[in-house]
């Protein structure tokens, strides 16, 4: 039994619309730190080096 | 009393969930609210669907992330552990549950899925046992656990926990037999609650459609409300029936019982029911009785 054409268009349509969601609260995230001016990953990187330098 | 409650709600992702459905079940089934339709084969099926992936995801998941991914994303364990908690938990709901989504619709709409899912589908009630009722290897193989785990691993432990353990109750409460929804239609000043409700996350109204034995009478839609913790993913697909009132039958239309055991583990075990979906010559999908 086959997919049904119609079935499979929609599919692969929702499919790359999905790829926009996935990425929306990430892309939104960083524009809050865009905003903010903040770079928590290197605030990260930092510590954990300070860290290691001890 | 209110300590035992207390302690129910802080391990709510560990035993805390389980004990708290288990006793909603129990208050479903002595207030008759399974319909009277579940028998001797029906319940073991609920149960093992219950108990089963609890004890054998213990193990795999153990090995998924400490012994695969460390060698499938060498060097990033943790690499996310400096996103702040509201980004975290925003990221993994959509992640989890667009990925549950897209799992779901694709087990109804692509055919050679459908006999992996049909489990859930066949039970002709509706409860918070069918929640947990699944097929074992359908479970074990197509769920997006996996890919929270990953994100735990990568550094997003405390959101992840905090994102299961509401998705988990709200799934639950959608599949539950008590309609908790019911006063949001019918008190006048709760109806814009009840509009937004309704868009944004499963409710028992919505979710007990998409297990209606028909999608003929403007109230069941088993052809779509795919969404498990959000229905706006059906709303933005277009795959969404957003209705008020409940379906009169539940299950599947051709559905003969077939054995617990042929359910739980097809297609390693098939059933013995003629013409089923299940048994070892079966069509692939088949037809509703009514078409």
Known sequence: MKIEKDVAKKLVRDGVISLFLYALPVALMFLWFYIKGERPWKEQKQATELTVNK | ???????????????????????????????????????????????????????????????????????????????????????????????????????????????????????????????????????????????????????????????????????????????????????????????PVAWVMERFISTPATHHAHHAVTSDDGVGYYKGNFGNMFFIWDIIFGTGLITRKYPSAYGISHYERDEWYAQFLWPVLKSRVRDSELSANGPVVRMDDEE
């Open chain 2, 1 to 191: 009393m209110l300590k035992y409650v207390e302690a129910l709600f802080q391990h709510i992702n560990g035993w805390g969930l389980p004990v708290l459905l288990l006793i909603v079940g129990c208050i479903e089934f002595l207030f008759g609210l399974y319909n009277r339709k579940a028998d001797r084969n029906e319940f073991i099926l609920d149960l093992l669907s219950f108990a089963i992936p609890k004890i054998l995801f213990r193990p795999i998941l153990a090995y998924f992330s400490l012994q695969l991914l460390p060698v499938l994303l060498p060097g990033l364990q943790g690499s996310l552990s400096w996103v702040p908690f509201f980004w975290g938990a925003v990221i993994i709901a959509v992640a989890d549950d667009l990925t549950q989504y897209w799992n779901h619709r694709l087990h109804h709409q692509v055919p050679v899925l459908w006999r992996f899912h049909r489990t859930h589908h066949s039970a002709p009630y509706m409860g918070v046992a069918v929640y947990f009722r699944n097929n074992l290897i359908h479970v074990l193989l197509f769920s997006q656990v996996y890919l929270v785990v990953t994100l735990v691993y990568l550094g997003l432990g405390y959101p992840a926990l905090f994102v299961a353990g509401m998705k988990s109750i709200i799934v639950a409460a959608a599949h539950s037999s008590i309609p908790w929804d019911k006063p949001f239609y019918r008190i006048k000043w709760l109806h």
